[in-house]
């Protein structure tokens, strides 16, 4: 491990990557199948007290992956707009 400027430690499976942190309609269904698929190892789940999964974190090889349900309300609410980072057009 790490030690930040903050005296936290940073985990070293975190240290010398970009990690992408996705919510999607099925956390459970998107874990599921990058097992199946890509022989994902699953590390972390919180589940959310109404069901589903809060946040989740799958390994493929040596790459971490982060994901957790997207609620209907950041889903269907927010304009596509406000989810896209600044000085990206959101489309490829």
Do not use: K
């Not at 459970?28 to 959310?48: I, N, T, Y």
């Amino acid at each position: 491990m790490t030690e930040r400027s903050d005296g936290n430690e940073i985990p070293d499976r975190y240290r010398y990557a970009v990690i992408p942190h996705i919510m999607v309609g099925d956390a459970a269904a998107a874990v599921d199948f990058c097992q199946r698929a890509f022989g994902a190892r699953e590390d972390v789940r919180v589940d959310a007290p109404g069901g589903g999964i809060l946040h989740a974190e799958i390994t493929v090889g040596r790459s971490v992956l982060m994901l957790g349900d997207a609620s209907a309300e950041e889903a269907e609410g927010a304009p596509s707009s406000s989810r896209t980072p600044r000085g990206t057009s959101g489309s490829s």
